[in-house]
C-alpha cells in the first residue's frame, strides 16, 4: 500500500498546515460529513448550492483525523481545540483533490482502463471490471462517479490494488482532458459516439472531439473502439496507423466480433474467438449492446493476457449497476424493466430493443424526457416515437416536455398512446391497464426521477421471491 501522508499532501497541495502531525497518514477520503469514519481525511468541496468548507468541524467531530479546506479563517480556539487533528488549507481544494489523486496515481506502475463514451460507459465499465478482476485485484468505479469529483475520489481508493478500470463522463469539452490527466490510463476504451449532451456541444462530430480528449493522458495509448459505431470506424480507418487501435464489432469486421448469436429475453449466446479458439459465450443480460459490451471486455482481456477461461467467467458473471436493465418480476407475473437511470436515442432504441424481444407477452413502454439536447431535442424525441412503432410496442406511455413528441409520432401507427402530466397519473393508469405477463420497460433522464416509478409499483404489487 502507498498511503499518502499530511507532509505529501502539504508538498502536492502547496498547502498550509494549521495544526497537526507531518507523519500522519491519510487512508481513505470523504468529501460527506454524513458519512465520515473514523480516520478519514475529509476534502470540503464547494458545490453549485452548498459549501462543504463550512462543515470541517462536524467532520473533525464525526471522527476525521484530517481536514482539507479552503477560504476558511483559524482561531486561536480553532486551532487549541483541534490541536491533535491536522487542518491543511489551500488555495482552492478542487485543485487540490486533483493533486492529490494525480500524486496517488503516479505512485502505481498498473494497468489502468479508461472507458467513455456516449452511452453504455457505466455497463461497459461494469463487465470489463469483471473480466479484469479475473486475473488482476481490481478497483474500478463505484456506480457512475465518473466527473471530476467522482474519479480523484476513486483513485485515492487505491490500497494494494493491481488494475483499475475508471469510467469517464463529460458534457462539455476539456473534461475529459481534465479526467484523463488525472487518471494516465493505459487503455482508452470508446464505446460509441452517439447524441448525448448534444445540445451542450452541437454536434456527433464534436461530441467524437470532446470524447477523444482521453488519449491525452498517455504518451502511447492503446485504443479499443466499438468498430460498428459509424463515426468511430471512420476515425479508426482515418488512424490506424498512427494509434494501437483494436477494435470489436458484430457489423463490421473487427478483431474481436461476434457471430451466431441468439438474443433471448434475459441473456444473449454468441460465438468469438478468443486467442484463436471459437468460444461460446453467455451474456447474462437481454439486448445486443450488451454483446458489444462483452466483445469490449474480451478485447481488454485479450490485451492483458487475461487466459480464454476467465474472460469467458468474467462476461458470464458480471452484474449490472443498479437501474440499468434491473428486471423485477412481481406475483402477478408482470416484469417491470427499470432502465431509468439516462436515456439517450441510443440507448432509448437499444432499450426498446430489449423489450421487443419479449414477443409472448403484451409490451409496455413508459418513456420521458431526454436531457441536454438543445436545438435537437423535438427532432430526436420523434426519432424515439419511430423506435417504438418499429419495435412494435402495444402501448406507450409518455410523460414530460418533450416527449409529447414521441407520441405524436407514434399515435400515427399505435391504437394505445397515452401523454400524461406526471408520475402519478403513470402509476395511476398502470393499475388500471396492466395484465399478468404485461412487460413494462421504464426510461427516461435520470432527472425525471422515472426510478420512483417501478418503486412505487413494488408497493402495490407483490415482488416475485
Partial sequence: MKDLTVENILEVTKGELIVGNKKDICKSYSKDTRTIKEGDCYIGIKGESFDGNLFWEKALENGASTVIVQNVD???????????????????????????????????????????GSVGKTSTKDIVANVVSKKYKT??????????????FTILRLEDEEAMVLEMGMNHFGEISLLTSIA???????????????????????????????????????VVINNDNDLLHKWYEENKNKYKIHT?????????????????????????DIEGKEEKITVPV??????????CAITVGEILGIEADKIKS??????????????????????????????????????LNVLSEYKENRKIAVLGD?????????????????????????????????????????????????????????????????????????????????????????KIWKRKN
Wanted: proline share 2%.
Fill in 74 to 116: 483559524f482561531t486561536t480556539q480553532n486551532k487549541e481545540k483541534w490541536a491533535n487533528k491536522n487542518i491543511i488549507k489551500v488555495k482552492d481544494t478542487m485543485e487540490a483533490l486533483y493533486n492529490m489523486a494525480r500524486y496517488k496515481r503516479s505512485l502505481y506502475d498498473v494497468p489502468v482502463i479508461a472507458i467513455t
Fill in 139 to 152: 478497483l474500478k468505479t463505484q456506480g457512475n462517479n465518473n466527473n471530476n469529483i467522482g474519479l480523484p
Fill in 184 to 222: 494516465k490510463p493505459n487503455i482508452c476504451v470508446i464505446t460509441n459516439i452517439g447524441t448525448s449532451h448534444i445540445g451542450n456541444l452541437g454536434s456527433r462530430e464534436n461530441i467524437l472531439k470532446a470524447k477523444l480528449e482521453i488519449l491525452e493522458g498517455s504518451k502511447d495509448p492503446t
Fill in 248 to 272: 470489436y464489432g458484430i457489423e463490421n469486421e473487427s478483431d474481436i466480433n461476434a457471430k451466431n448469436i441468439v438474443l433471448e429475453e434475459n441473456e444473449s449466446t454468441y460465438s468469438c
Fill in 286 to 295: 437481454g439486448g445486443e449492446h450488451f454483446i458489444l459490451n462483452s466483445l
Fill in 314 to 351: 468474467g462476461i458470464e458473471s458480471f452484474e449490472l449497476t443498479k437501474k440499468r436493465m434491473d428486471i423485477t418480476e412481481f406475483e402477478n407475473n408482470v416484469k417491470i424493466i427499470n432502465d431509468a437511470y439516462n436515456a439517450s436515442l441510443e440507448s432509448m432504441r437499444a432499450s
Fill in 370 to 458: 431526454m436531457f441536454e439536447l438543445g436545438k435537437f431535442a423535438k427532432e430526436l424525441h420523434k426519432k424515439v416515437g419511430e423506435e417504438v412503432v418499429k419495435h412494435k410496442i402495444d402501448i406507450l406511455i409518455t410523460c414530460g416536455k418533450n416527449a409529447k413528441y414521441i407520441a405524436e409520432v407514434a399515435k400515427e401507427k399505435m391504437k394505445e398512446v397515452y401523454h400524461l402530466e406526471n408520475k402519478d397519473e403513470i402509476v395511476e393508469l398502470l393499475q388500471k391497464i396492466v395484465k399478468p405477463n404485461d412487460v413494462i420497460l421504464v426510461k427516461a433522464s435520470n432527472g425525471m426521477k422515472f426510478y420512483e416509478i417501478p418503486e412505487r409499483m413494488e
